[in-house]
């Protein structure tokens, strides 16, 4: 702590650290990222756009974690650990659930919005938000852990070009 | 998590009340949403100026009250900042009739773009 504390404020150097540990349900995922971007607002009071991506991004990686990894039985731990540094946001999570399909995540691209209204998707949109709105992502099995990084620019302006 | 309202003219305002359309409550707010417009034929406006974020769920839930209205439109208003990017990203925001706000939603003879039929 000492070291930080006069550590200057330089390109890099961290100006947040957090750790929570949680049960992947939804409720404590809602609970948590309020939390969690309650202190990154206040820390990034100026940074809109970046703040926005890692709230989409962290509630999208809890719930993959609570949906896939433990299988929606709304039991098992997710240790969340997030750094941030003056232009990056790194969330690395934890979680003791089954290992992703093929070691890696999901590819989706987002597909044509369908001529029939019946044919639209109601959700899996996940990893489309992950992918669009993080710098870097990467997945690791590392015995019975799941350890997932992702890293969002502060001043992101990932949207991507929604011109017709 | 919502407050319906009709106008003189027969237009549904749902006005929600909830901040946040996320996983937890993603099933919640479609049923609420199908007890609201069940036998309802006019207009369906959403006021989602309370709603500060919404997840993939979340979004999914309001796909899903769509399809409930059977080939109507779903008029939206009010989108805050992180909602009004869910939409945009996933182009969603062409699915929906999108309004400034329930005024000039209100101002309106019908849905944009609505065909005579």
Aim: hydrophobic share 40%.
């Amino acid at each position: 702590m000492n070291s930080s504390a006069l550590m200057q404020r330089s390109f890099g150097a961290p100006r947040l650290q957090l750790e929570d540990t949680i049960n992947a349900d939804p409720l404590s995922i809602r609970d948590a990222t309020v939390e969690i971007m309650a202190r990154l607002t206040s820390e990034f009071p100026t940074h809109s756009e970046g703040i926005i991506s890692t709230e989409i991004v962290l509630a999208e990686v809890l719930n993959n974690i609570a949906e896939h990894s433990y299988d929606d039985s709304n039991l098992g731990d997710i240790k969340i650990s997030a750094l941030c540094t003056d232009d990056l946001i790194s969330i690395e999570t934890r979680d003791y659930g089954i290992p992703m399909p093929g070691l890696t995540p999901p590819k989706t691209e987002l597909e044509e919005i369908p001529m029939d209204i019946e044919d639209l998707p109601e959700g899996g949109f996940g990893w489309f938000f992950i992918r669009s709105l993080s710098s870097h992502m990467e997945y690791r099995r590392v015995g019975t852990q799941n350890i997932f990084c992702v890293q969002i620019a502060t001043t992101s302006e990932n949207i991507p070009d929604t011109a017709p | 998590m919502m407050q319906a309202t009709q106008t003189s003219n027969g237009v549904l305002v749902l006005t929600l009340d909830a901040n946040r359309i996320d996983a937890a409550c993603a099933v919640h707010m479609k049923d609420e949403f199908r007890e609201h417009t069940n036998g309802h034929e006019g207009r369906v406006v959403m006021d989602l100026s309370s709603v500060k974020f919404m997840d993939s769920s979340g979004l999914g839930a309001m796909v899903a009250a769509l399809k409930l209205l059977k080939g109507r439109k779903l008029e939206l208003c009010s989108l805050t900042a992180a909602v009004d990017k869910v939409f945009r990203m996933t182009r969603m925001d062409n699915v929906f009739d999108i309004h400034t706000d329930v005024l000039t939603a209100l101002s309106e003879e019908g849905p944009k773009g609505a065909d005579a039929a």
